[in-house]
């Protein structure tokens, strides 16, 4: 069983603000008890794609696999996701805004592309499939790595865009990308209505449709690029309940949970709290008290943003001589 819980372990301002005088027994016992692991840092997506059987390409493949959910085959082309963000320029550095506050609509999202489709042509022709989800169709891969969307909001984009052989291609079509948005009616229009613009797209996911799998597990997701994961890797797929059921402990299966994420993502320290607080009562409560009943592969508890993972075994129930710790005591 693997629970995945992003920004659970997130850096020492936050958690500094957040914790004072928080009380958490369950979830300070179950860090206690379990062994400290390094996992990848890549995103709940990458997560998935390891859990059910996904192989890794030059990204993780999300792209062609969102695509196909929205509706679009993907056939033999390499695609890559190109969402509409709002790059927030600050005094020394320049950060991606989340994307679920932008509130984009359909019209929108068709006008914008259109224009960027006329201004590049084939070299950079969004597909809005969804508002929020853009495509780009690509005859070859091109040389380049990028970093998931969920990972990035809320950090300096610089050591984060794309990187490899065409990162520079990319970067400088971005550029004149940023300053075809600014002045595009839609965006006079938002600023007007006091709604972020859309001055960029965020290139990620990139890859070839893969090779269908079956996994022989169950998926409790909401995000729908979890759950397109899911439909595609053959598992089991769940919306995820509101808190940990018993018929869950000895199954076989992922759970996303993100609660955090939010707050997380934008370092709401009050907002944060409390939803930690809430998880302790619906999740780390009884997660302790099933602890003794976990089967032979044990539990982990993981998260995928900031790449620490909490191992438990059933034996860990009886080591009471194992001191909880707070969430601090793992910060660097």
Not at 111 to 130: D, R, V, W
Not at 136 to 158: E, F, K, Y
């Amino acid at each position: 069983m693997q629970i995945l819980i992003p920004h659970l372990f997130p850096d020492k301002r936050l958690l500094e603000a957040a914790t004072q005088n928080l009380r958490l027994p369950a979830l300070e016992t179950l860090l206690g008890r379990g062994s400290l692991h390094a996992c990848s840092a890549e995103g709940t997506e990458a997560a998935l794609c390891q859990a059910l059987g996904i192989a890794r390409q030059q990204d993780w493949p999300l792209a062609p696999i969102t695509l196909e959910a929205d509706g679009q085959q993907a056939g033999g082309a390499y695609w890559l996701r190109a969402d509409p963000v709002h790059l927030r320029v600050m005094r020394d550095r320049i950060v991606l805004a989340d994307s679920n506050a932008l509130n984009l609509s359909q019209h929108e999202a068709d006008e914008l592309s259109t224009a960027i489709a006329q201004h590049f042509g084939e070299t950079l022709n969004p597909i809005p499939l969804h508002p929020q989800r853009w495509y780009l169709q690509l005859a070859h891969p091109p040389r380049l790595t990028t970093t998931a969307l969920s990972v990035a909001i809320g950090r300096n984009i610089d050591p984060i865009q794309p990187q490899g052989e065409a990162a520079q291609q990319y970067r400088t079509l971005l550029n004149e990308l940023q300053m075809l948005l600014f002045t595009h009616p839609v965006n006079q229009a938002r600023e007007v209505r006091g709604e972020l613009p859309i001055n960029s797209v965020w290139l990620w996911g990139g890859g070839a449709k893969p090779e269908p799998i079956q996994a022989a597990l169950s998926l409790y997701a909401n995000d729908p690029e979890a759950c397109a994961l899911g439909k595609y890797g053959g598992a089991q797929l769940h919306p995820t309940p509101d808190k940990l059921e018993k018929s869950l402990i000895k199954k076989e299966c992922v759970i996303q949970l993100d609660a955090l994420t939010p707050t997380g993502l934008c370092g709401d320290a009050y907002g944060w709290r409390e939803a930690l607080r809430s998880m302790e009562q619906n999740w780390f409560v009884p997660l302790l008290a099933a602890l003794r009943t976990v089967d032979s592969t044990g539990l982990q508890l993981s998260d995928p943003v900031n790449g620490k993972s909490i191992f438990l075994k059933r034996t860990d129930t009886w080591k009471i001589w194992r001191r909880p710790r707070n969430l601090l005591s793992f910060t660097n």
